[in-house]
């Protein structure tokens, strides 16, 4: 089992407005901000949840290994459907979607006990609010590292916002990103893709070529890359400094 670690960017999280409360089941650490304390509610959605990956991976275990998309499965519980058609339409494993998937559908599960909901689930975000909403882009050793934010405005909500690096945590990239951060309605959608982005980024001069990468996968409204102190941004995104 890997070893726990503090994630200590949320140290700087500030949900206005909001209670904010963490629930941690097994390998799954969510960050929750909410318009009351649904810390109960969060991790039996959990526990659900997880169990319908966990028996589908028990019947499927090319499910957790594959590195390359699977067939569709109509069988399958809807969680699981979710990150094979992600995957899928990234070019990578289903496994890659899996924080993105989990992050909107314990988000979604929670909008009739709160209208504004923000789920980050290991630097993959779920959101909707009331308000406009910064996200920091946190790129590890580079220069641009919380230097600057994307800006959510409400229209674009409910919104997925995932992040991939090869710098960074546990993800597995071939690229050399220090992060890539991407739009979706799909957050599923959205952390899969970031992963298959940044695969392919192998040198910098890759950036050039980042949004038409992106365009290729289809359903992504716009990201941000960063490579040391280079950066790319394209598509309907609204990059502010911190």
Known sequence: MPTYQERTYRHSVHAKGLESFQVVVGETDLWIGAESDLEKQVRDLVFMF????????EFHPEF???LVPLCDDPCAPPIVKDMIHSALKAGVGPMA?????????????????????IIENGGDIFLTAKRPVTVSIFAGDSPLSG?????????????GICSSSATVG????????????????STALADAAATALGNRVMKRADLEHAAHWAEEIGG?????????????TWGDVELVEI
């Open 147 to 159: 230097k600057f934010g994307l800006r959510i405005p409400e229209r674009q909500m409910p919104l």
């Open 170 to 185: 546990h993800s597995l990239s071939r690229g050399i990103t220090d992060v890539v951060c991407l739009l979706s309605k």
């Open 97 to 117: 979607s899996v924080a993105g998937a989990m992050a909107q559908w314990v988000g979604e599960a929670l909008f009739d006990l709160s209208e504004q909901v």
């Open 220 to 232: 992504i409204l716009g990201g941000a890359v960063i490579v040391k102190d280079t950066m790319a």
């Open 64 to 66: 957790l290994t594959s």
């Open 50 to 57: 997880r169990h319908q990956l966990e028996t589908y991976i």
